[in-house]
């Protein structure tokens, strides 16, 4: 019974003494308190001067990655270049990443000293992250460079159409049929890339009558024959009337095809915008220090 009494008595006092003292370890010693707040402040600021080179260097990378993207509809810069230097941006991100990840680190401990009940800013990107999205987007360089190509082979069946209307308003039959001929070559290369376009249809049968009635035009001429000549106009002219809303088709299928090549890298690299801004919002929002 003495024995149950003394270890009552002993328990008591142990309670006693840890309950005086203070909940916060860092309280009990303001200088302490004051160094790490101090460590604190520059962890904070360590890792939010990362955060903001690697959000840079990724707005640099989006800029280039939508250089890449118009280079598709427009111009002769090779989309496979342009999204290389895109790439190259959120691979150089990786290095800032991994110093933020380490300040993080460490902040959140010196967060949990400081204020246990308080969430400290964290990070799930790594530098691996970056590199990965890099090579996401040096993949869509291919891709969006045979499309490009698509675009030109189209561009040059109209330029080889327009030389043949050159030529018959120039009353050379001859001269047009050849220049269909190369038309009829770039139209080839436009038909083996367009597969799977859902509005490229419209606008190659569109070409194609287009170039069937100039075609039907010069052999009129050749031949001498009036009739044959005026249903070949006719037909000229009914083909032109859809020629707006292939110009319009051409479009929509090369932007679409760019935005379905790009989608998937454009959809991560937003993700990882955001969470690099949410994390330096935290950072901005913890105000540990007066």
Do not use: C, K
Request: aromatic fraction near 2%; glycine fraction near 6%.
């Amino acid at each position: 019974m003495r024995r149950l009494v003394a270890i009552l008595v002993a328990v008591a006092v142990v309670a006693l003494l840890f309950g005086a003292r203070p909940a916060d370890p860092a309280a009990a010693d303001p200088v302490r308190l004051a160094a790490l707040r101090r460590v604190d402040a520059a962890q904070a600021a360590e890792a939010d001067a990362a955060l903001n080179a690697a959000q840079d260097l990724m707005d640099e990378g989006l800029l280039e990655a939508g250089r890449g993207q118009a280079a598709v509809l427009g111009g002769d810069d090779d989309p496979a270049a342009i999204m290389d230097r895109a790439a190259l941006s959120f691979e150089a991100a990786a290095n800032p990443i991994e110093v933020a990840y380490a300040a993080l680190t460490d902040l959140a401990w010196t967060v949990r000293v400081l204020d246990p009940e308080r969430a400290p800013p964290t990070l799930t990107l790594r530098g691996g992250d970056m590199v990965a999205l890099g090579a996401q987007w040096r993949a869509t360089g291919l891709p969006l460079s045979a499309t490009a190509d698509l675009r030109r082979a189209a561009e040059e069946t109209l330029e080889a159409l327009g030389h043949a209307l050159a030529a018959l308003a120039r009353d050379d039959a001859a001269g047009a049929l050849d220049a269909l001929a190369e038309a009829e070559a770039a139209l080839e290369i436009v038909r083996a890339l367009a597969d799977e376009l859902a509005t490229m249809p419209f606008w190659i049968g569109t070409v194609e009558a287009l170039m069937a009635a100039t075609s039907d035009i010069a052999e009129a001429v050749l031949a001498g024959d009036p009739i044959a000549l005026a249903a070949a106009q006719a037909a000229y002219e009914v083909a032109m009337a859809d020629a707006i809303r292939a110009d319009q088709a051409l479009a929509i299928a090369l932007g679409e095809e760019a935005a379905r090549i790009t989608g998937p890298a454009s959809a991560a690299s937003g993700e990882a915008q955001r969470q690099v801004a949410a994390t330096r919002a935290a950072i901005d929002a913890l105000s540990i220090l007066p």
